[in-house]
């Protein structure tokens, strides 16, 4: 008799982990869901990855005429052996023209490397007014050993922009990713 009371205490035992593992794996589900769109009001908060979705294009599409903006491109490293560099530094666009200027990017490295562009805007209320249509900076780039890429950007220049603002410098600074690094070479 005790025996079998043993037993059926230890299968009560062994249910009621199981449930509490069976909520915890739900929950853990539950979270990862909740991280998406968590992820993407902090990015669209902090200006991060500036993705336009198909409702956040300007509601007037109507090129300005009337008056130019002038922008800067920029473009830095981090800690990453490629040459990078925008092929137009300058230009003057109207608000609302779609615009697309290419960036050229190097691996110097003799093995392939990732990195990953973030952008960055000045002065950063341009942020809410600048929509990338097309971006290297939405995923990352692989580049082979040695290998040059022409990289486009599209984007428009919504005509809400307050006319305080003449000039928009839009800065991108790659990084490697995946841990990829591989040791320096001496010399």
């Given at each position: 008799?005790?025996?079998?009371?043993?037993?059926?205490?230890?299968?009560?035992?062994?249910?009621?982990?199981?449930?509490?593992?069976?909520?915890?794996?739900?929950?853990?589900?539950?979270?990862?869901?909740?991280?998406?769109?968590?992820?993407?009001?902090?990015?669209?908060?902090?200006?991060?990855?500036?993705?336009?979705?198909?409702?956040?294009?300007?509601?007037?599409?109507?090129?300005?005429?009337?008056?130019?903006?002038?922008?800067?491109?920029?473009?830095?490293?981090?800690?990453?052996?490629?040459?990078?560099?925008?092929?137009?530094?300058?230009?003057?666009?109207?608000?609302?023209?779609?615009?697309?200027?290419?960036?050229?990017?190097?691996?110097?490295?003799?093995?392939?490397?990732?990195?990953?562009?973030?952008?960055?805007?000045?002065?950063?209320?341009?942020?809410?007014?600048?929509?990338?249509?097309?971006?290297?900076?939405?995923?990352?780039?692989?580049?082979?050993?040695?290998?040059?890429?022409?990289?486009?950007?599209?984007?428009?220049?919504?005509?809400?922009l307050p006319a305080d603002v003449n000039?928009i410098t839009l800065s991108y600074t790659?990084?490697?990713?995946?841990?990829?690094?591989?040791?320096?070479?001496?010399?």
């Amino acid at each position: 008799m005790a025996q079998a009371h043993r037993i059926e205490r230890v299968a009560a035992e062994n249910r009621r982990l199981l449930t509490r593992l069976l909520i915890v794996a739900v929950a853990m589900f539950g979270f990862g869901f909740a991280l998406v769109p968590f992820y993407e009001k902090i990015c669209e908060i902090s200006g991060i990855r500036d993705v336009v979705q198909p409702d956040t294009l300007p509601a007037n599409s109507q090129v300005d005429a009337a008056r130019l903006v002038g922008l800067e491109f920029d473009s830095n490293l981090k800690d990453l052996a490629w040459e990078f560099r925008a092929l137009t530094p300058h230009l003057s666009v109207h608000p609302g023209a779609v615009v697309q200027v290419f960036y050229e990017v190097k691996n110097r490295r003799d093995i392939p490397v990732t990195g990953q562009a973030v952008p960055s805007f000045g002065p950063p209320l341009a942020a809410q007014y600048f929509r990338k249509l097309e971006c290297f900076c939405f995923r990352s780039q692989t580049l082979a050993a040695g290998e040059t890429r022409l990289m486009p950007v599209t984007f428009v220049v919504d005509p809400a922009l307050p006319a305080d603002v003449n000039t928009i410098t839009l800065s991108y600074t790659f990084f490697e990713v995946d841990g990829a690094r591989a040791p320096a070479r001496p010399g």
